[in-house]
């Protein structure tokens, strides 16, 4: 653990900011740290950004810690350790990425990685309204084809990101699916990549402390989203009964998905 100051704090929209901390971090897309506010939490984000000596964090205000650190500023210092986690490793050529509302986070820092690898992604990103939409633009700087659904229609398609989802598959024109936010929304991803025998990778959020194994805290079917997650293809999706039902609580206790 080392305390790590706060370098800039952007605007990503009215409900999210990235935190830029001085971190010489090597970390890959959907990987993820342990960020700690003395007095307060220590809570599990992934990695938005990652670059020379810096490292971005991208929240949205849900709960008192991330109002918190929403609320930082610029010289603060927070608690970092990490990089945790396996991160995506999509090895195909066309990749979909499938984001919602603030669970996109880590999806804009994949769709660099992979468009700068060579391969042809399509971003699809879905949010309740065109304010809360989360790295767009981002993926379209980066090369992506960008597909934006909000469920009040003030921005492109007025739908589900999985609607458009669906579309893309229909059109075999993807090889596999990256994607990240609501479980339930995940959930459908990947049924909708099963019925096309497409692979698929969704990153996972459990309730977390040690963050590297240890505590058994973020356990899900037998897996440890810490560890063997945050990340999981298909082969495991397939074995987990509580993915998109079940999650737990502080005291293990079950929540609904
Ligand atoms: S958070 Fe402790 S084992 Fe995963």
Redesign the pocket.
């Known amino acids: 653990m080392g305390m790590a100051k706060i370098l800039e704090v952007r605007e990503e929209n009215p409900r999210m900011r990235t935190l830029f901390l001085d971190a010489a971090m090597k970390a890959s897309p959907g990987q993820f740290a342990m960020l700690w506010i003395p007095g307060l939490n220590e809570k599990?984000l992934s990695f938005s950004y990652c670059g020379e000596g810096r490292v971005g964090f991208t929240v949205a205000k849900v709960g008192p810690f991330s109002e918190k650190l929403s609320q930082m500023k610029v010289g603060e210092l927070v608690g970092v350790r990490g990089p945790f986690g396996n991160g995506f490793k999509p090895k195909w050529d066309r990749i979909a990425i499938v984001g919602g509302g603030c669970g996109a986070a880590p999806l804009g820092f994949l769709a660099e990685e992979l468009a700068r690898k060579g391969a042809k992604v399509s971003f699809v990103v879905g949010a309740k309204t065109k304010g809360e939409l989360l790295f767009a633009e981002r993926a379209r700087s980066a090369g992506a084809e960008v597909l934006v659904c909000t469920d009040d229609g003030s921005e492109e398609r007025k739908g589900f990101a999985t609607d458009a989802l669906k579309d893309l598959l229909e059109k075999g024109k993807i090889d596999a699916v990256c994607t990240c936010g609501p479980e339930i929304m995940m959930r459908k991803v990947f049924e909708l990549c099963e019925a096309k025998g497409v692979e698929c990778q969704a990153s996972l959020e459990?309730?977390?402390?040690?963050?590297?194994?240890?505590?058994?805290?973020?356990?899900i079917d037998g897996f440890?989203?810490?560890?063997e997650g945050p990340v999981f293809p298909s082969s495991k999706l397939r074995r987990m009964r509580e993915f998109g039902t079940l999650k737990r609580d502080a005291c293990g206790l079950p929540l609904k998905a």
Do not use: S
């Open positions: 599990p459990r309730w977390m402390k040690c963050g590297f194994g240890v505590c058994g805290q973020c356990a440890l989203v810490c560890k």
